[in-house]
């Protein structure tokens, strides 16, 4: 079992920067890719970001491409999402998650944070 902790979430105004954290604790979290994936208010979980175990590949949702970086420290378990250029429809709860591949499938994660809220105000 892998238990993942979002933090880092909050207020910000539109054009801002947000640094959002997931830290691992239970089995090892260096063997599995990350994910991250936000969901607002009366819409689908969207995929935002994910990272192979290695680092070595990343893949990004199109909505973000260009302003959100994922990165990893598997000596401290944790996971990063930077978000910069904030925008309004950037608001939601960002969740992390973890797999063995890495994959856009929201569906397809095996483990979850209990997510952390972002909200951009215009």
């Known amino acids: 079992q892998v238990q993942l902790v979002e933090s880092g979430g909050g207020l910000v105004q539109a054009g801002g920067s947000l640094r959002l954290s997931c830290a691992a604790s239970?089995?090892?979290?260096?063997?599995?890719?990350a994910g991250w994936f936000r969901q607002a208010p009366g819409k689908e979980r969207e995929f935002v970001a994910a990272?192979?175990?290695?680092?070595?590949?990343?893949s990004y949702g199109d909505s973000v491409k260009g302003r959100f970086i994922i990165s990893r420290d598997n000596a401290k378990n944790t996971v990063f999402l930077q978000m910069n250029s904030l925008k309004p429809e950037d608001t939601a709860v960002y969740y992390c998650?973890?797999?063995?591949?890495?994959?856009?499938?929201?569906?397809?994660?095996?483990?979850w944070g209990q997510g952390t809220q972002v909200t951009v105000s215009s």
């Open positions: 998650a973890a797999n063995s591949i890495l994959t856009r499938l929201h569906t397809l994660y095996d483990y």
């Open positions: 239970g089995r090892s979290f260096s063997g599995y890719a």
């Open positions: 990272m192979t175990w290695n680092s070595a590949r990343t």
